[in-house]
């Protein structure tokens, strides 16, 4: 994502110059009034190995607005990481009644609260991009980090110090695993809101796990 903001970033500049260094020069009369009528021409620089390219002033800023256009590594992110985070707010949802340390509960309870909304965020996202109608189904081992039916039922029978320690233990390897997914769409996708998002999932989830290893 980086990568393409600063791609954008030196086209940008890449054109501005173009359009001022042609802004400063003469032309014959004909030459004013057609540059009038239609504005400055402008010098768009190619891509590796092409000419540079001679556009209007309205060609080159519609070539240089952001296409984030979703590819399917966004529609995968976004369907992968709702079940994603509804398996980790599932786990949260035991830590009240089941666990003995204050702190393990305090976490869980921030997990659910920030991991909540992301859902809803993603699925809306879905939804106005089309992809809540190509909902596809994924199997756990597809998605890094996630718990498998025995390790929950382990989770759900567990009481006191034995849950607080599965929990993190289980919870360090489901945040390490979204990690590993938001750092794949960062490198795949293309969309700006989903890379966003991952950005933020790398953030909050990064120092969580810190957070539940000094535990």
């Not at 309205?58 to 296409?67: I, N």
């Not at 929950?152 to 990690?179: C, N, P, Q, Y």
Request: charged share 25%; with cysteine; hydrophobic share 40%.
């Amino acid at each position: 994502m980086l990568a393409r903001r600063t791609s954008r970033r030196l086209i940008t500049a890449s054109v501005t110059i173009a359009v001022l260094a042609l802004g400063g020069c003469t032309g014959s009369d004909d030459d004013t009034k057609s540059a009038s009528a239609t504005g400055p021409s402008v010098i768009a620089p190619g891509k590796p190995g092409e000419a540079a390219e001679t556009l209007s002033a309205a060609d080159a800023a519609e070539q240089r607005s952001d296409d984030d256009t979703p590819n399917s590594a966004d529609f995968d992110y976004a369907r992968m990481m709702i079940e994603h985070h509804t398996q980790a707010i599932v786990m949260t949802e035991l830590a009240p009644k089941q666990a003995s340390s204050t702190p393990v509960k305090r976490l869980a309870e921030r997990i659910s609260a920030s991991q909540g909304p992301e859902v809803e965020t993603m699925k809306a996202w879905l939804k106005n991009h089309g992809g809540d109608k190509k909902s596809e189904g994924h199997h756990h081992d597809v998605m890094p980090g996630m718990a498998t039916e025995a390790q929950l039922k382990t989770l759900r029978a567990a009481k006191g110090k034995a849950f607080d320690e599965l929990f993190l233990k289980l919870m360090i390897t489901h945040h390490s695993g979204a990690v590993t997914m938001a750092t794949d769409v960062l490198s795949q996708g293309n969309n700006i809101q989903v890379g966003e998002m991952a950005d933020d999932v790398i953030a909050q989830q990064t120092a969580e796990i810190s957070r539940m290893r000094a535990m």
